[in-house]
């Protein structure tokens, strides 16, 4: 039974780390997210939940032209400079009720 187990809690690691190898460059495999942190488009402005998702490594963002990960500072789209996009940034608040 004890062997049963820690076989099936091994083809799971097996498994679960497969769909990691499976991400874009400069990305990484995350169950869940709230942003999928494309350049020019604020994640305070997304409002759904993305699940089993690649995204952008942090200081990169997805290019939404090519799709691939860029650096932020790459961005061809710019947003203003109060408009977090990445992952530490405070919530976005639109602006005419920052205080």
């Known amino acids: 039974m004890k062997s049963t ?3 099936l809690m091994l ?6 780390g497969s769909v990691d ?7 990484e495999f995350t169950t869940s997210s709230t942003c999928e942190y494309i350049c020019g488009k604020p994640c305070g402005l ?3 939940t993305f699940k089993n998702i690649c ?3 942090e200081g990169y963002l997805k ?3 090519t799709g691939k990960c860029i650096p932020e500072k790459d961005c ?3 947003i203003p400079d109060n408009t977090p996009t990445l992952r ?3 919530e976005f608040k639109f602006s005419c009720f920052a205080s």
């Open 5 to 7: 187990i820690a076989v």
């Open 88 to 90: 530490n940034a405070e």
């Open 55 to 57: 995204l952008c490594i």
């Open 63 to 65: 290019d939404p032209d």
């Open 76 to 78: 061809k789209v710019t």
């Open 46 to 48: 997304q409002t759904q």
């Open 11 to 16: 083809f799971t690691a097996v498994l679960l």
């Open 21 to 27: 190898a499976d991400c874009p460059e400069l990305s």
